[in-house]
């Protein structure tokens, strides 16, 4: 490896946020997913956003980031159900941690 300049690397790494492993993503190695959002909807719960404002926030940004992930790995259930908890609680009581009753079924 000396020889051409490379050096041997391990895994996982990461590589544009998402980690690279030879296997398939444990719910741990999903945790940063499950971190990163739920500190997007801690900054916003600071801000008096409406629902619709809280609507577009889910749909757009983190949908988003979700769906960048779910494009490369097979998502472990318990992670899709915990980001989907995450959003839904935003989306009706402005904070990741309230649960609130929504008001429609």
Same mark, same amino acid.
């Given at each position: 490896?000396?020889?051409?300049?490379?050096?041997?690397?391990?895994?996982p790494f990461t590589y544009l946020g998402l980690p690279i492993t030879a296997s398939k993503l444990s719910k741990v190695e999903c945790m940063t997913l499950v971190e990163r959002? &739920?500190?997007k909807i801690t900054t916003w719960a600071s801000r008096h956003i409406s629902y619709a404002g809280r609507l577009v926030l889910v749909n757009s940004v983190l949908f988003g980031i979700f769906n960048f992930w779910a494009q490369v790995f097979m998502l472990p259930q318990a992670v899709i159900d915990k980001v &989907?908890?995450?959003?839904r609680n935003f989306i009706w009581g402005g904070e990741g941690g309230c649960r609130r009753v929504p008001y429609v079924s």
């Open positions: 490896m000396a020889l051409i300049g490379f050096t041997e690397g391990k895994l959002i &739920t500190g &989907t908890q995450l959003c």
